[in-house]
């Protein structure tokens, strides 16, 4: 299966049709189709439904499409990252992580390494931590801010001073915004949003202890920002890490803490043993520079105190 082959695919896939994706391939529409058989040959199976009108993905074209992009995804990055050894300091840098406190590192010390290296640029991609340690192994994403607990043996990693703190989300007009912090007793049997990842659900397993049943989950979620629809609406109280909380509207939304408080701490974390590009090189040695002489204050009862929302 050949590189440029597989960008032809999935310039089909975007088009819609042969005729189109050979005008902007810049080849012929016979050659194109021979091509995407001889691809559908290859791999066994069939990949398209061809339409008198457009051209639609089999269920095996679909699997091909996201493989294909992870593929030519890493392929560019590779090609970038070897123009980039050299003196000058240029390039990309791929950042992922939850909307969590430990986040707010971030443009700090960005700020102070685009100061040094202004031809540096960055991607932030937001995910759960289980997604963003899946990108960093594939090589997708090159520093993450994972919650713990995480497995991390196969990354280096800073593991940040600070805490995360969890809470509820719930309506402005719910009653339970009458008390200063929530306790397990105050949720016991209302309906409940908490988060996708296994090993963070028993984590809150163990704080509700018997008092939490499985007909209270009504929905499961891997980031804050989208619970909080559901909240809205009234249709459940998400258990969330704070870390969004700041920036949110607080006449559409309520937080509370758990009482008693539970805490997690967070890693900034990178690939052990991965040939990173030079402008990664220099900001995982930036990173490591500006938080071991920075004391970070973050999360649980390091947060500054803040009105209620």
Known sequence: MEIRVLRYFLAVVREEGIN?????LHITQPTLSRQLSQLEEEVGVKLFHRGAKKITLT?????LRRRAEEILSLVDRTE???VEQDELVEGGIVIGGGELAAMQTLPEIIET???????????????????????????????GALLEPVDIEKFDFIRLKGKERWGVLMRPDDPLTEKEAVSAK???D????????????N????????????KQVLFTSNLPTNSALMVQRGLAYSIIIEGAIPFWDKEKISYRPLCPELTASSVLAWKKQQPF?????????????????????????????????
């Open 190 to 201: 209302l309906p409940l949003i908490l988060p996708r990842r296994t090993n963070v659900r």
């Open 277 to 309: 590009s030079l402008a990664v090189t220099k900001f995982i040695e930036h990173m490591r520079c500006y938080l071991g002489n920075t004391v970070l204050a973050y999360g649980g009862n390091a947060f500054p105190k803040r009105e209620k929302i």
């Open 20 to 24: 189109r994706a050979a005008e902007v």
């Open 80 to 82: 970038r990252e070897l």
């Open 113 to 143: 390494f685009h100061e040094k290296y202004p031809l540096v640029t960055f991607d932030i991609f937001t995910a759960s931590a289980d997604l963003v340690k899946e990108q960093m192994e594939k090589g997708l994403i090159d520093i």
């Open 186 to 188: 105050d949720l016991k």
């Open 59 to 63: 269920n095996e074209g679909i699997l």
């Open 203 to 214: 984590e809150l397993s163990n704080w509700f202890g018997d008092s939490l049943k499985e």
